[in-house]
T-cell receptor
Framework: DTGVSQDPRHKITKRGQNVTFRCDPI?????LYWYRQTLGQGPEFLTY????????KSRLLSDRFSAERPKGSFSTLEIQRTEQGDSAMYLC????????????FGQGTRLTVV | KNEVEQSPQNLTAQEGEFITINCSYS?????LHWLQQHPGGGIVSLFM???GKKKHGRLIATINIQEKHSSLHITASHPRDSAVYIC????????????FGEGTQLTVNP
């Protein structure tokens, strides 16, 4: 296992289009997180899964955003009707189920909405 | 006021200098993480602390729970240490997620 994998690494889309990102966590990790990072800022929490259950969603996650983790393995983050303000780095992280363990991050998907 | 604040925002050093990056937080935490982010976005976990001090190679991280403060030190800095260093906390009430500082951009010149 080579770590957390995200696909694609880069995405350029026109405003109004839908985009979907994928995250493959480390295989034995049952916690999966999505964060968003804009230029010059630290990441901000979007949502969190324990296995297939989505346990927490940030208020940043508007109705245009949806995340799934159908079999408790990989996760997808979809943004519908993209806006220029959605341009950011979308980071995925995973960790084992125990509290207070390290989080392992993917390389991120950089989204540019034009 | 952010829950996690870092200083300085930017830091330029000469190779070999001792570097300190500070992190203050305003919430009760169960753990504090120091992370490194290189251009291109990938984030690497450097340390996870809940008390005391940890050392790994030229990196040292300390935390003072009473003062809600942590420091990351780099000894004998090298140009390859140039990166963004981010402090993040896992609070006692936020469940499992991390709350991040804005990061410190470190540039080490040869």
């Amino acid at each position: 296992d080579t770590g957390v994998s995200q696909d694609p690494r880069h995405k350029i889309t026109k405003r109004g289009q839908n985009v979907t990102f994928r995250c493959d966590p480390i295989s034995e990790h049952n916690r999966l997180y999505w964060y968003r990072q804009t230029l010059g800022q630290g990441p901000e929490f979007l949502t969190y899964f324990q296995n297939e259950a989505q346990l927490e969603k940030s208020r940043l996650l508007s109705d245009r955003f949806s995340a799934e983790r159908p079999k408790g393995s990989f996760s997808t983050l979809e943004i519908q009707r993209t806006e220029q303000g959605d341009s950011a780095m979308y980071l995925c992280a995973s960790s084992p189920g125990q509290r207070n363990t390290e989080a392992f991050f993917g390389q991120g998907t950089r989204l540019t909405v034009v | 006021k952010n829950e996690v604040e870092q200083s300085p925002q930017n830091l330029t050093a000469q190779e070999g200098e001792f570097i300190t990056i500070n992190c203050s937080y305003s919430v009760g935490i169960s753990a504090l993480h120091w992370l490194q982010q290189h251009p291109g976005g990938g984030i690497v976990s450097l340390f996870m602390l809940s008390s005391g001090k940890k050392k790994h190679g030229r990196l040292i991280a300390t935390i003072n729970i009473q003062e809600k403060h942590s420091s990351l030190h780099i000894t004998a800095s090298h140009p390859r240490d140039s990166a963004v260093y981010i402090c993040a906390v896992r609070s006692g009430t936020s469940g499992s997620r991390l709350t991040f500082g804005e990061g410190t951009q470190l540039t080490v010149n040869p």
